[in-house]
């Protein structure tokens, strides 16, 4: 669906030119959720408005579903811009407007229906997002969350294609986050739209993402499906990513480690291999003993994972560890 050949850009103030995104090469697949995670100033913001030229590049092409949007010029830009939607972190919303006139106001500017067809279609809208008791209310009257679900509302007006979310939920509490994120996934599957997200958290990323790639200082540093990525991070800045997401302290953790005897080792189990008693199996047959010192389950999109480390003593030590790779668990030894 989006498509980056060798796209950069740098931003021109007082005279100098300000290196933002680094040559860079992009696929995104229609009607998958693409995130983008980097610290503050990374070129998050300035990746995501390329795809609709929100900003132009300073060298490259740009294809969206075939288009090469990199050679459009304004009045086809205009229509191109239709089939892109876009939610902000901090809503955008007209103040002055109620709940059902932000949301038809780009239908009111694109002139094409009538003022009943608007009518109905804002209300289809509101009700998609859950809105529909609040239309005659105004932004000020409603809660972070309610904000964020009228700039989806509007965002899906125009009936894009793709949808790009600018850190849409980093205003919100973590429950408003995970009913956000909720709905932003509804969406991705029962409309078949391709979103591209932008994030600093890499939770976020885990709960609704398929595909991840992780910028920094302008390069894009690492990209891949999220389990590839989240579980077996390469990248220096994608460790730190994925360490904060799990609240792991390496440091504490090897310290903590050294009053334990045997070989340690990180099993990482994802999917099907994460339920089963695999772990007492291996001891019953190899004579191994083992001791958990950390770990976690959790689900990767929808997708069970788990991450343990263990310290194993005793016994057949070859044997557990061919026991558990049969077993499509990823084994990583620590010490
Ligand atoms: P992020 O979204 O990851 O925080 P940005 O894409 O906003 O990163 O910024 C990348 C770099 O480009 C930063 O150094 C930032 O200061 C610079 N930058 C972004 N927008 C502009 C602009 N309009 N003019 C000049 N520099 C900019």
């Not at 998958?32 to 390329?50: M, P």
């Not at 389990?227 to 390469?234: D, G, I, R, S």
Request: aromatic share 6%; charged share 25%; net charge neutral.
């Amino acid at each position: 669906m989006i498509k980056f050949h060798q796209v950069h850009k740098a931003y021109q103030t007082e005279g100098r030119m300000i290196p933002a995104l680094q040559p860079c090469d992009l696929e995104i697949p229609g009607g998958q959720i693409y995130g983008l995670i980097g610290h503050s100033g990374a070129g998050k913001s300035t990746l995501l408005r390329l795809i609709n030229r929100l900003e132009d590049p300073t060298g490259g092409r740009i294809l969206v579903a075939g288009e090469e949007v990199t050679a459009l010029k304004p009045e086809g830009l205009r229509t191109f811009r239709r089939q892109v939607g876009m939610i902000f972190q901090h809503f955008n919303l007209l103040s002055s407007k109620t709940v059902a006139d932000n949301v038809a106001m780009p239908l009111k500017l694109a002139g094409e229906l009538s003022r009943s067809a608007i009518k109905d279609k804002v209300a289809g809208l509101l009700k998609r997002v859950g809105l529909e008791e609040h239309a005659k209310k105004y932004p000020a009257q409603l809660s972070g969350g309610q904000k964020q679900r009228v700039g989806i509302a509007r965002a899906l007006s125009t009936d894009p294609k793709i949808l790009l979310c600018d850190e849409a939920t980093s205003a919100l509490d973590p429950q408003t986050t995970a009913q956000v994120l909720t709905l932003l996934a509804e969406i991705n599957r029962e409309l078949g739209l391709t979103l591209v997200l932008i994030t600093h958290e890499m939770d976020v990323i885990r709960r609704i993402c398929d595909q991840v790639a992780v910028l920094d200082a302008g390069y894009i540093v690492e990209q891949g499906p999220v389990a590839k990525v989240f579980l077996h991070p390469q990248h220096p800045t994608t460790k730190r990513f994925v360490q904060e997401a799990e609240q792991i302290d390496e440091q504490e953790l090897h310290q903590d480690f050294q009053a334990v005897e045997g070989r340690i080792l990180r099993l990482t189990f994802h999917g099907q291999s994460t339920y089963e008693p695999l772990l007492g199996r291996v001891a019953r047959k190899t004579g191994v003993d083992f001791t958990i010192l950390a770990g976690r389950i959790d689900r990767i999109r929808d997708v069970p994972y788990g991450q343990l480390t263990v310290a194993f003593k005793g016994g057949e030590f070859q044997q557990a560890m061919d026991m558990l790779e049969a077993s499509e668990v990823h084994l990583e030894v620590l010490r």
